[in-house]
């Protein structure tokens, strides 16, 4: 079956340092991959989406200077959070979409910044 | 602009109840509407998902009902268990397009 695995489950960093979180698509060819963050009390908000053989767009509000994202291959993609503060604690999905249209989601890195 | 609204934010029924949740969208161009489901410092997981050649999709005690000219759809929950007490999220992608919506969530509690 199709799976993504995210990782790490959880994380703590200290303000002002970054760090990084991976998403592995099993199972399937992801054609694109979504990464989304939910903060706290909020819905999923998109923060940028990134698609074989094209440019990553990222979503307002969020950049590729904050959060640089790799994918280097139909299967794996990670993203780095730099320079952490409070407002960017919550939980991070990847979103993996297969070339049917549905999306499988992983179970999220759950960031904490102290 | 928010392409996705639920309502209610939050509901609560008695168990053996059934609960409907609502969603409603703005682009025409959605053409896969999945609802997921959240439970407490968890990962959302997908529930049951509908697209626009059907009116309706049912799952067990999950039944999706949707309207494409008011482009608004529902979750009916027949039966509610305190087990399904959860946040659920409304969410769409587009025809061709790569990412998903979402929601603000309706956050369903179910008394015993």
């Known amino acids: 079956g199709a799976l993504v695995y995210q990782y790490p489950r959880r994380t703590i960093c200290k303000s002002g340092t970054s760090m990084r979180m991976e998403c592995q698509a099993v199972g399937f060819q992801a054609t694109s991959v979504a990464w989304y963050r939910q903060s706290p009390q909020k819905t999923f908000e998109l923060i940028a989406l990134?698609?074989?053989?094209?440019?990553?767009?990222?979503e307002q509000n969020f950049t590729q200077e904050k959060f640089p994202i790799s994918h280097p291959n139909l299967s794996f993609s990670s993203m780095t959070v730099l320079n952490a503060y409070l407002e960017d604690r919550g939980l991070y999905l990847c979103?993996?979409?297969?070339?049917?249209?549905?999306?499988?989601f992983g179970k999220g890195t759950r960031l904490t910044v102290v | 602009q928010q392409q996705v609204r639920q309502s209610p934010q939050s509901l609560t029924v008695w168990e053996g109840e059934t609960a409907i949740l609502n969603c409603s969208y703005e682009d025409s161009t959605f053409d896969y509407f999945p609802w997921y489901w959240q439970f407490p410092r968890e990962s959302p997981a997908l529930l049951i998902a509908?697209?626009?050649?059907?009116n309706k999709k049912e799952d067990g005690r999950f039944t999706i009902f949707f309207n494409k000219r008011e482009k608004k759809l529902s979750l009916h929950i027949t039966d509610s268990q305190p087990g399904d007490s959860a946040t659920y999220f409304c969410?769409?992608?587009?025809?061709?397009?790569?990412?998903?919506?979402f929601g603000s969530g309706t956050r369903l509690l179910v008394s015993p």
């Open positions: 969410a769409a992608s587009e025809a061709g397009g790569y990412k998903v919506v």
């Open positions: 979103g993996a979409r297969d070339g049917t249209g549905k999306v499988f």
């Open positions: 509908i697209r626009p050649v059907s």
């Open positions: 990134s698609t074989v053989n094209s440019a990553i767009k990222y």
